[in-house]
Structures are given as C-alpha cells and as structure tokens.
C-alpha cells in the first residue's frame, strides 16, 4: 500500500490509553485516534460493500447501496492525513521555536476540535470511552484560552489586505464597532426610506405606542 494508506495493514491498537486532559495535547494519542476512526470506518464499508457483492448484488447497486458509508469513510481518511500532515510540517520547523510552539497549539486545536464535533465516530467502535472524550473536551477547551493571544498573529501572518477581505470585522486597525457603524452610514441602501415602511410599518408602530 502507498504511505497514505499503508495504516491499513497495522494491526489496530485496543483502545486509547489517554489517562488526562495533558494527554490529548499529545500528537501520538490524537493521529492514532484518527487513524483508528479512519480504520474502522473504512473496514465497515468494505464489509458491507463485501456482503451486498456476495449476496448477489452487482458491483455498482453495492457501490450506490455503500455509498453513505464511502462518503464518510474518506471523510476521516482525509482529516487523518491533514492531522498527521499539519504536526509533521510543525515538527519539522527547527527555528524560531516561540513559532512552533503557535502552530504546535493550532494543530492541537484542529485535531481535538475534530474528536469534539465527530464524537460518535470515536467512541462508535469503542476506541474512546465516554470519560475519554470529556478529557479531550477539556484539553479542546482549554487551548482556546491559550490560542486567544496568538489568533490576531495567526491570522495576520496570512497577509490578506483590506481589499481582499472586504469586511469591516477584518480591518487592519481592529476597531470593529466603529467600522461597522461607518461602513452602515456609508451604504446607499440606509439613507433610503422604503416605502413599505412608510406604508406598513411606521403607522403599525405609531399606533402600538406604550400608553406608559
């Protein structure tokens, strides 16, 4: 098999051996997590793909038939390979440590951010236990708090300009609430009074005034 799916012909691990939120910050216990979910789940749909072609099902009806199961099969083959891929390519940067450790945090967050959404998938085969999955959650929660100072970097270090965002919530100086009023004055479509709202709404809302 190519390195991309030679996980395949491993045997698979019992179950996560995770004890504590600290953890789950730990790269091993989270790509075998994926790789686990992207095992079983790929397995399933190949036994089922399997059965329906032995019970006499054409290829393409089994095809159709598995289809749901396919579909999120490479789903989790694809998030194992972008969480392997995104902490090898952080591992491998050998300067700038304070850099590292950033994006270190970010591929955490993205790799537990996935167990916390996809929780069923994990715990499905019984790879993570309930307990488990509450210490990621833990572990997923509190990297929030640590990533909060690094997000205006993170997303600066992308260099869109204004021009590209068009947004008054990703400018450049960060005052938001003022530029979100600025940008409401300026827009043509607020200095117009619509004639459903003479007609309707203003005199719905005279006539609804509070006798207090």
């Known amino acids: 098999l190519p390195h991309t799916t030679s996980y395949l012909s491993t045997p698979l691990s019992s179950g996560c051996q995770a004890n504590t939120p600290l953890d789950f910050l730990n790269p091993d216990v989270y790509i075998k997590a994926y790789e686990s979910r992207a095992y079983r789940l790929i397995a399933a749909a190949a036994n089922k793909l399997h059965r329906l072609v032995q019970s006499g099902a054409e290829q393409y009806v089994a095809w159709n038939s598995t289809s749901v199961e396919l579909v999120k099969a490479s789903i989790a083959h694809i998030h194992y390979l972008i969480v392997k891929t995104f902490f090898s390519a952080v591992n491998s940067l050998s300067t700038q440590p304070e850099i590292k450790t ?111």
């Open 102 to 212: 950033a994006l270190k945090r970010l591929c955490d967050l993205y790799a537990l951010h996935g167990i916390f959404t996809s929780a069923g998938d994990f715990l499905q085969h019984g790879y993570l236990s309930g307990k488990q999955l509450d210490l990621a959650t833990t572990a997923y929660l509190g990297l929030l708090a640590d990533l909060r100072k690094d997000a205006v970097l993170l997303v600066d270090a992308l260099d869109y300009t204004d021009q590209q965002l068009i947004s008054a919530l990703g400018t450049y100086d960060g005052n938001v609430y003022h530029n979100l009023l600025e940008w409401a004055q300026r827009n043509p479509n607020n200095k117009e009074v619509s004639p459903v709202f003479e007609k309707y709404l203003k005199p719905y809302l005279q006539s609804n005034q509070s006798k207090l």
